[in-house]
């Protein structure tokens, strides 16, 4: 059963980042807000930096993309968003690397047994919040919606429409 809700979930937010990031110009994706809301550009990277670790270190999978160290270090946790767009990844870049992240996990959740989604999780940082693989996994679809709603937020504050997505 947790499967079935692990895939719904994954799912659900699959058009979510799509939707948000449509008809933001490329041009103003690393455009700064304030209040500490992190701009489209470094969302991108880092939820794509994340999954890829998700993909690779906790289950075991192949993700469909690899960072540098100087791109982990501009993506990870911790890290500040800077302005200078020719510093990130374009949206053309990453919003395909996005869906193909989601269908990866899918394929994944789906393949991998449960008695191997409960073992401990093996990534040194992600461990200490997400004890067994399957945490791990589980955090990616409310990830992804507290970075939508980054998006969203920042999207208000550039004066940009609202998308219901």
């Not at 059963?1 to 799509?18: D, S």
């Not at 969302?43 to 540098?68: P, R, T």
């Not at 990453?94 to 990866?104: D, E, F, G, V």
């Amino acid at each position: 059963m947790f499967r079935e809700a692990l895939l719904f979930a994954l799912n659900r937010q699959a058009g979510r980042m799509q939707a948000l990031l449509a008809d933001i110009p490329d041009d103003r994706l690393a455009d700064p807000c304030g209040g500490g809301v992190n701009h489209p550009a470094w969302i991108m990277g880092h939820i794509l930096l994340v999954e890829q670790e998700i993909i690779e270190v906790v289950l075991g999978g192949k993700a469909a993309w690899s960072m540098d160290t100087e791109m982990r270090d501009m993506y990870n946790l911790g890290s500040k968003p800077g302005s200078d767009l020719r510093r990130y990844k374009s949206k053309s870049f990453c919003l395909p690397l996005l869906q193909k992240s989601l269908a990866t996990m899918c394929d994944l959740v789906v393949a991998i047994p449960e008695s191997e989604l409960l073992r401990a999780n093996p990534h040194p940082v992600f461990c200490h919040y997400s004890p067994r693989k399957i945490d791990s996994l589980m955090a990616v679809p409310a990830h992804r919606a507290y970075h939508a709603g980054q998006i969203a937020t920042w999207r208000k504050l550039q004066g940009m429409p609202h998308i219901g997505a």
